[in-house]
């Protein structure tokens, strides 16, 4: 069992930034962001693999989130830069064995924080 808490969201303007932590209960593999809007089914974001040279992110987000690791700390994080009003959702963080952008492939999840982007 590995335990994920996300931290870091809040209300920000469009066009500003924030960062988002997962902060892990012990070492994990692959480490991937999702989200879910108001209505809308919940969505990859990016992943980051267990050394951090394996990322992906959706197109949606490309160019504007960065994911990293600290493995030393057990923290992921989503910087988020040049936030959108569309990017308002709930924003978890889960843990699986591979690199993948699927839900299911996903073992462990967070509790989720919350994105608000204001026009």
């Known amino acids: 069992q590995v335990y994920l808490m996300e931290s870091g969201g809040g209300l920000v303007q469009a066009g500003g930034s924030l960062r988002l932590s997962c902060l892990a209960s012990?070492?994990?593999?692959?480490v991937g962001w999702f989200r879910q809007g108001p209505g809308q089914e919940r969505e990859f974001i990016a992943f980051?693999?267990?050394?951090?040279?394996?990322?992906e992110y959706a197109n949606s987000v490309k160019g504007r989130f960065t994911i990293s690791r600290d493995n030393a700390k057990n923290t992921v994080y989503l910087d988020m830069d040049m936030l959108k009003p569309e990017d308002t959702a709930s924003y978890y963080c889960?843990?699986?064995?591979?690199?993948?952008?699927?839900?299911?492939?996903?073992?462990?999840w967070g509790q989720g924080t919350q994105v608000t982007v204001s026009s």
């Open positions: 889960a843990t699986g064995l591979k690199l993948s952008t699927r839900l299911t492939d996903f073992l462990y």
């Open positions: 012990g070492p994990t593999f692959t």
């Open positions: 980051i693999g267990s050394t951090g040279e394996d990322i």
